[in-house]
């Protein structure tokens, strides 16, 4: 009896954002990937529908990221849209 570990090197629980970013990274990295969701079609993706401009941090050009958004330019942009009020410690 085939189990899924014979089909699949890495198991996604969760379409959020996490999850999508896990299951890209892995299969980019050549392994394969299943990715579970259990919502609805309206609400997959999690949270992502209420993002727009997302830039998670990077150094260099990265699959279809161009440019770097480095630490710097990070802590930058947190302390401009939270205007200052942010725990240091925590965002690094």
């Known amino acids: 009896m085939k189990t899924l570990h014979d089909h699949y090197d890495v198991l ?3 379409g959020g954002q996490a999850g999508l970013i896990a299951a890209i990274v892995a ?3 050549g392994a394969r990937v299943c990715l ?3 919502a609805p079609r ?3 993706g999690g949270n992502t529908r209420h993002t727009r401009n997302l ?3 990077h150094v260099g050009p990265l699959s279809v990221l161009s440019g770097t958004y480095d630490e710097a330019e990070y802590w930058e942009d947190l302390m401009r ?3 200052g009020k942010t725990n240091e410690k ?3």
Do not use: S
């Open 36 to 38: 579970l969701e259990g």
């Open 27 to 29: 299969a980019e990295k």
């Open 90 to 92: 925590l965002a690094r």
């Open 81 to 83: 849209v939270t205007k």
């Open 12 to 14: 996604v629980a969760g």
């Open 55 to 57: 830039r998670p941090l």
């Open 42 to 44: 309206p609400y997959r």
